[in-house]
Each structure stands twice: as C-alpha cells, then as structure tokens.
C-alpha cells in the first residue's frame, strides 16, 4: 500500500540545517542513511558514521553529489576509542558536530528463556554503550564550540511499549529515554537539546530479518507476522516510512530553542497513542 502522507510531507519541508554539521550514526542503511540525505537537501554537511566502512563512505559520496560537505567515518559506536576517534576526525575535516543522530541499531529475538547472555550485551551495548559515548563525544564538541547543538537518539515504539521476544530491545529502547532526558537537563547550560524519535515499524533490513524468525518463533506466517503482530494496533495497517522518520529527525535538528528538549515523539501511524 503506498503512503499518501509522505509526498505532503515532503512538499511542506522548509527548515534548513546550512552550514551545519550533523553526525549520523548507523547511516549506511535504513533510517540513518534517509536522515543523512534529508539533512543535506535541508543543507547540512553530513557524516556517515557506521560499521560498514566501505557503504559509509559509498554513501557519503552520493550525498556529496547534493553539493554539501560529507565524510564518510568508520566507527563501532560500542567501542570508545573508535567513537572518539571518528569524532576527532570529523572535527579536523568539518569542524565541531552540530547535530547528533545517535542511530545505529541492531535486533535479535528470542523468548527470554532462551535469549543469550551474549546476545543480550550485544545488543545493550550497541544501543546504551552506543548513545552514551557518541552523545558524550557529541557533548564535548558542542560544548567546545560555544554553539551547542542538537543530539537525537533514534528510541522506538519500543520506548513506549513491550512486544514478546524483545527483552533487551525493549530494556534499551526505554533506557534511552532516561539518558535524553539527563543529557537536557545537564545541556540546557550549554544550549544542547536532547530528543528521542520513537518510530512504528519501518521497513528496512532490520524488520526485514525479524519477518521471518518471528514467524517461525510464533509459528504464524510471515504475511501473519506483518499484519497481527506489527502493524495490528496501527490506524491504517501501514508501515512508518523513512522518510516519515527523517522529517521528524529535521523537525528536531532545526527547531530553534529549548522548548522542544527532553521529549520523546512517536512516528508510528497511530500504534502507540501518548
Ligand atoms: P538497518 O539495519 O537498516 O541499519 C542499521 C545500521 O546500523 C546499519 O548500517 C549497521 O551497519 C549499523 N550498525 C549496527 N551496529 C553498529 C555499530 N556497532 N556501530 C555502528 N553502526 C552499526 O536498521 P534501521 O531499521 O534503519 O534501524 C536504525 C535505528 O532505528 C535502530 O536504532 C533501530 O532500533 C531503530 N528503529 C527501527 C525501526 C524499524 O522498524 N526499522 C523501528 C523503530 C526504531
């Protein structure tokens, strides 16, 4: 089913991001990589921040084509040397980080008796490990600089709710609200805000993985994985889009005081109501 919201969405996007400097962790795929392209047609110099040196940098090069900055940077956002290394880089090349999207994620589902020590600090440590010591680098940038800035870290309806087999996703996703709220507090002095954007379903590699195992964990088909599990409490049975997130990452990253600081917005076609 197409999703007639996003071409409105896209038609009203005036907010510009010029002469910023915007840091997209997990940009090779999915939502990072629309985020990045979005904020460069907003007029950002943007930073391709993932695992995947070689699809960083290959997608860098295709937004630079957009006629803005980009870098293309390799980093394993759970690990702190890489992370404070790649934001060094970035600050050589383009100066301080303006905005941060804290975005990289992974998913791995199974039912709590099963579920891996391993798999468990895995996942914790991409997500928690990973938006403490980007937002932390992040912080001493914009600190630095005097300009302060706009740090975004990439929660989930998951923040907000619990589905089965998802304990540590869950426990992460909700943690994340905790870290953004400290984060504005501690950064109102230095003119950072901090939000959390909590999307539906969105149908990138990510989701595309879960299809299956999911079926094949619930024993239900993946047709019955799509409708009864993940879009069942949406309004219109359709999945979030990327852009539909990217736009609710510019709205934050532009947004030109602390009024929006602290909150959390959820992009999920109606499945979670605040
Ligand atoms: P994706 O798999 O398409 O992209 C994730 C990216 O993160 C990949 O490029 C991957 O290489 C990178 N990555 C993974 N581990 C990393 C690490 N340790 N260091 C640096 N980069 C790493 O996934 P996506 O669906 O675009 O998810 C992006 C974010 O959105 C995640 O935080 C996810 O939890 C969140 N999210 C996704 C959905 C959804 O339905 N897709 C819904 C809500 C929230």
């Known amino acids: 089913m197409n999703n007639p919201g ?39 110099n943007v930073v391709i921040a993932d695992l995947r040196q070689a699809d960083a940098k290959a997608t860098a090069d295709a937004i630079a084509g957009k006629g803005v900055k980009t870098l293309g940077v390799a980093m394993d956002v759970t690990d702190e040397a890489a992370v404070d290394a790649g934001f060094a880089e970035v600050q050589k090349a383009l100066g301080a980080v303006d905005i941060l999207v804290s975005n990289a994620g992974i998913q791995i589902v199974a039912p709590i ?116 599990v993940m879009l069942k409490e949406t309004v219109d049975g359709e999945f979030t889009t990327v852009d539909d997130v990217a736009q609710a990452a510019l709205t934050f990253a532009a947004w030109p005081s602390n009024a929006l600081t602290g909150q959390s917005l959820v992009v999920s076609h109606g499945w979670f109501m605040q």
Request: net charge positive.
């Open 6 to 44: 996003t071409a409105a969405v896209h038609a009203s996007a005036t907010l510009s991001l010029k002469g910023r400097t915007a840091l997209v962790t997990g940009s090779a795929s999915g939502i990072g990589k629309r985020i990045a392209e979005v904020f460069a047609d907003a007029g950002a």
């Open 113 to 228: 008796q099963d579920f891996k020590f391993s798999d468990w600090k895995k996942l914790i440590a991409v997500h928690l490990d990973g938006g403490f010591l980007t937002a932390r680098a992040a912080v001493r940038q914009m600190i630095a600089s005097g300009r302060g800035g706009s740090i975004i870290f990439m929660g989930s309806v998951h923040s907000k709710e619990a589905s089965a087999l998802k304990s540590p996703y869950v426990a992460a996703k909700h943690g994340l609200e905790g870290l953004a709220k400290v984060i504005a507090k501690e950064g109102a002095a230095h003119n950072i805000r901090t939000n959390v954007i909590c999307p539906g379903f969105v149908r990138t590699p990510l989701v595309e993985k879960q299809i299956p195992e999911q079926a094949q964990e619930l024993g239900i088909s993946e047709a019955d994985v799509v409708k009864t």
